[in-house]
């Protein structure tokens, strides 16, 4: 039987897109001044987080310096800091810092992913690599099914990107609803299983952090109630 660690070791050998994997090959060799001293990841991210979480979390696609980095989706860049103190500080995380793979991180009943498993350049991924990535997000998110009941969905990008995934297993509306912050989306099953409820959120971009379009306090709002619907999470 296919697990998600299954998936995740299937995952990090892909090669479908050449010009994702140029480029994360090409960051892996010329490096960020900063790291000159560490060895890239460089190859396609997978998940991370438990196999049975009722939550997930989707962003866009690992960063080329973060993600590429240290092969863990959101640790070791801005956009990870701010994600991962807003996890900590609503009970989500174990700690709220993210800087390498066996640095001490657990995610308490979250599981973080992406439509796109490779950095792509300017973090703009075509519509062509979106779609050649898109059977990896089916497949994980078909091997969550029996315990996911919510996903964070972080920026517009992963919204468009995710609602047609979700149709193996979930009724999708049409036309799709638009992407509107701090929101819920709530889709019947398909396929006699639970409901799933969306949430999306501003992404964690360095742009939308320090412009103030998504503060610290906005972002924990939508994790909080995330996590209170998914029952992760104690009403208070």
């Given at each position: 039987m296919t697990t998600l660690a299954d998936l995740d070791s299937r995952v990090v050998n892909c090669r479908a897109c050449p010009r994702l994997v140029a480029w994360r090959e090409d960051v892996g060799v010329v490096?960020?001044?900063?790291?000159?001293?560490?060895?890239?990841?460089?190859r396609p991210v997978p998940g991370f987080g438990p196999a049975d979480a009722p939550l997930a979390v989707i962003g866009l696609a690992p960063a080329a310096h973060g993600a590429n980095r240290t092969g863990r989706m959101f640790t070791g860049d801005r956009s990870g800091e701010v994600l991962f103190a807003a996890l900590h500080a609503v009970g989500l995380a174990s700690q709220p810092t993210a800087t390498h793979i066996g640095?001490?991180?657990?995610?308490?009943g979250v599981r973080m992913t992406a439509p796109v498993k490779c950095a792509p350049p300017q973090n703009k991924p075509t519509p062509g690599e979106r779609d050649n990535c898109r059977s990896w997000l089916v497949e994980e998110l078909a091997l969550m099914r029996r315990t996911l009941r919510g996903i964070v969905v972080l920026g517009a990008f992963g919204w468009q990107a995710l609602l047609p995934i979700l149709k193996f297993a979930w009724s999708v509306p049409s036309p799709r609803p638009r992407f509107a912050h701090n929101t819920t989306l709530t889709l019947d099953a398909v396929d006699g299983?639970?409901?799933?409820?969306?949430?999306?959120?501003?992404?964690?971009?360095?742009?939308?952090?320090?412009?103030?379009?998504?503060?610290p306090a906005m972002l924990e709002e939508v994790l909080r109630h995330a996590g209170r619907r998914t029952g992760l999470l104690e009403d208070s």
């Open positions: 490096k960020r001044a900063a790291f000159r001293d560490q060895d890239y990841w460089a640095d001490g991180l657990e995610l308490r299983g639970a409901p799933l409820t969306l949430f999306p959120c501003y992404h964690v971009s360095q742009r939308n952090t320090q412009t103030g379009l998504l503060t």
